[in-house]
């Protein structure tokens, strides 16, 4: 017994030991992590008033606001997760609920995770060659929404599979059992039950495209004026940040233009994390599959 007693207090050290370094390091990251957003909003926040918000930019950003360029990140980034939902989700159906198990879909899997770790350089000079030279698309929105959908495809994808995996199996099998054929199962019965999921996913895609610059330099064109059509060259958020900082414009607009885009991706990553954390209840799935029924 003393024996046990004896080994048992340096394991307990150790344990112990091990969890003061973690909490260490977790609070070293937090602290960085909020000195940098604290600054940022600090010297950005009081830059942000209703005039720069609704005037557009002049004197290459020296002066104004940044009305168009909020509207020319809307112009790329909703255009991207508008083409990219139906194809991610779609893909993920495929992979879930009709290719589960077979070697094609690992290898696709193993691919799409690449996809995920190429750097937005590489996808920007994509977008170059392929849909602004190649296609002649010229520098434009629909470049940039293009070039972004595919730099968003994999978190989607992903994100929308790990949604499917949580509808039980017993919902399918029921809804098979009722006389459903496959496709009105996943239409009626899954998509349903997962649709807080497989909005989680949307919205993080949102989130990252917001925050992308490489990939926009290169297809967007970073116009100040007005986009009208999205065949017309325009500037997002975070390519109006590289700009002035990089070239020193002003730093007064710098520092609120990257308060705005933080601020920004905070509510979508916040909603993004409160969506994903709703609980999964059963008995509004139950009554998703018994209407489902009743429509066959």
Known sequence: MKENIREKGPKKLKSLLFTRIIQIIAAITLAALLIIIGYILVKGLPGI?????????????REGGI?????????????????AMPISVGAAVYFNEYASGKKTVAAIRFFTEVLAGIPSIIFGLFGFAFFVVFLGLGWSCLSGGLTLTIMILPTIIRTTEEALKTVPMAYREGSLALGATRWQTIVKVVLPCCRGGILTGLILGLGRAIGETAAVMLTVGGS?????SVMDSARTMALHLYNLAS???????????AALLIIVILIIN???????????????????????????
């Open 247 to 257: 070239e020193g414009i002003s730093e007064e607009k710098t520092y609120a233009t």
């Open 224 to 228: 100040l004026n007005m986009p009208v």
């Open 67 to 83: 009305f168009s360029i909020i509207v020319g990140t809307l112009y790329v980034t909703v255009l991207a997760v508008l083409i």
């Open 49 to 61: 008033t209703w005039e720069f918000l609704s005037e557009d930019p002049s004197a290459m950003g």
């Open 270 to 296: 916040t909603a993004a994390n409160n969506i994903g954390k709703r609980p999964f209840k059963g008995g509004r799935h139950k009554k998703i599959l018994l209407q489902g029924a009743k429509d066959e």
